[in-house]
């Protein structure tokens, strides 16, 4: 059963136990994030968008050792804790998995979008946090190996999710964004600069890419700069 307060309830008690408490939509910048990812996600709630599976296996191409995300220095999916921000229906959960990650943890606030990535078994109820990154810190924080963030929207708070991928992912660990375009990338890399030492690469030669034209790998600072 979903409850609109920002929590996903009745999946398997963990809500009755706690583990979804808070978090959701706090008003100002981070909600502004959230329309915006939000309104233009709405082509790819539809779980039958007929390109996805060749979107997953480009993908799984891209970050296998042979990929286009290895000469920026991805170390892999392998054996790695993954935290895909802005999973929505847990899309992109199999080409984590069977690239051999240990586990995924998504996170949207999406609460529906989510739960249906929870019943399709995509994703643990456990490792589903049906609100924004921003207010996933404390359940993620020096847990996550690799955080993803595929198709990203991001238009502001450029710092503040910055500041959070940082606190959640460990020393060491790495962080992965696609974007459709170039303006969104060039607006996000900046902030990311701080946190993370990185670099970014156009995909374009392959139309099956599109959502995710450019592909920056990052890997976390000791200390934002
Ligand atoms: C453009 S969609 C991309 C979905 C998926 N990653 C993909 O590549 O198809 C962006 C997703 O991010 C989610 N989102 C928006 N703001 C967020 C935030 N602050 N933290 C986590 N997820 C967020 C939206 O609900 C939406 O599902």
């Not at 993954?82 to 998995?97: E, I, K, S």
């Not at 995710?212 to 200390?223: P, S």
Request: net charge neutral; charged share 20%; aromatic share 10%.
């Amino acid at each position: 059963m979903i409850h609109r307060s920002g929590t996903l309830d009745g999946v398997g008690g963990y809500a009755a136990a706690g583990r979804y408490s808070g978090g959701g939509f706090s008003a100002g910048a981070s909600q502004w994030w959230v329309d915006r990812f939000s309104g233009s996600s709405a082509p790819y709630a539809n779980v039958s968008y007929p390109i996805l599976p060749y979107l997953c296996r480009a993908l799984q191409w891209l970050f296998s050792p042979e990929g286009n995300a290895s000469s920026l220095g991805f170390k892999g999916f392998k054996d790695k804790v993954v935290a895909d921000v802005g999973t929505n229906d847990g899309r992109y959960v199999p080409v984590f998995m069977n690239l051999g990650a240990a586990d995924v943890w998504g996170i949207d606030p999406l609460h529906e979008t989510l739960q249906g990535a929870v019943n399709k078994g995509l994703l643990k109820p456990e490792r589903a946090l049906a609100k924004t990154l921003e207010s996933s810190v404390a359940d993620l924080a020096g847990k996550i190996d690799v955080a993803t963030v595929f198709n990203s929207q991001l238009d502001r708070d450029f710092d503040v999710v910055a500041k959070s991928l940082w606190d959640v992912v460990v020393p060491g660990g790495q962080l992965v964004f696609t974007f459709a375009e170039r303006i969104r990338r060039d607006r996000t890399l900046p902030a990311l600069a701080s946190h993370f030492e990185g670099s970014s690469v156009s995909l374009s030669g392959n139309s099956i890419d599109r959502p995710h034209e450019f592909l920056y790998v990052g890997t976390r600072k000791a200390n934002p700069s």
